[in-house]
Each structure stands twice: as structure tokens, then as C-alpha cells.
């Protein structure tokens, strides 16, 4: 098993920064790929990206591509997500979540085998 805790979400105006941590616990050497996701109030959960485990290869949601970065530093088996430039319409509960070996790069959520508890972000316009 392994187990994700999100932190670093907050209210921000738009135009301004966060960023996400995820920290991976239990059995992280079974873990490839990790990735984060969004679900906004009466919508379906969103990919936003996604990173290798090994190389840091990354992949995004075009909505997001050139704000957002996503990346790892696995001696610390911590996954972050720093986003720039927020706007209202990133609003929504973000989740961490981590796969073992999957095709690349997956945006769908099916693929993901564990995920975090969620951290709410919320920007203000």
C-alpha cells in the first residue's frame, strides 16, 4: 500500500502562486508515476499532470501547460505541483495521485491506483 497527504492549498487572488506538496509513504518503491488531479464543485475530476518516476518527464492538461509545474524529488518521496498565474476557474479540490507501471502519459484517473485525501484551492477574482 501506499499513502499520499496533500498540502499548500489555500484562498489566493488570482494572478498569484501556490504550491502543492504530496508526500508518499508505505511501499513507494512500487510507484512510477504520480500525478495530480482536480475536481471542481458539480464537475468530474480533472487530470492536470503528470511525472515519471524515473527521468522527470512530464505531461499537461493544455489549460494548465506554461503555468503550472509539476515535479519530484523521490529522496524525499514528495511530489509538487506549483502554480502560477491562477485564475478563478482553477478552483477546485487538487489530488495527488500515484500509479505503478502504466502506459504514458495517463490523464485518466482509472490508471491511478492510490490517492491523496485532497487539498482545497480557491481563488478569488
Known amino acids: 500500500q501506499v499513502q499520499l497527504v496533500e498540502s499548500g492549498g489555500g484562498l489566493v487572488q488570482a494572478g498569484g502562486s501556490l504550491r502543492l506538496s504530496c508526500v508518499a509513504s508505505g511501499r513507494t518503491s512500487s510507484v512510477y508515476t504520480m500525478g495530480w488531479f482536480r475536481q471542481a464543485p458539480g464537475k468530474e475530476r480533472e487530470f492536470v499532470a503528470t511525472?515519471?518516476?524515473?527521468?522527470?518527464?512530464?505531461y499537461y492538461v493544455d489549460s494548465v501547460r506554461g503555468r503550472f509545474t509539476i515535479s519530484r524529488d523521490n529522496a524525499k518521496n514528495t511530489v509538487y505541483l506549483q502554480m502560477n498565474s491562477l485564475k478563478p476557474e482553477d478552483t477546485a479540490v487538487y489530488y495527488c495521485?500515484?500509479?505503478?507501471?502504466?502506459?504514458?502519459?495517463?490523464?485518466?484517473?482509472?490508471?491511478?491506483?492510490?490517492w491523496g485525501q485532497g487539498t482545497q484551492v480557491t481563488i478569488s477574482s
Open positions: 495521485a500515484a500509479a505503478a507501471l502504466i502506459s504514458w502519459p495517463s490523464s485518466n484517473a482509472d490508471d491511478y491506483t492510490y
Open positions: 511525472i515519471r518516476s524515473r527521468g522527470g518527464t512530464t
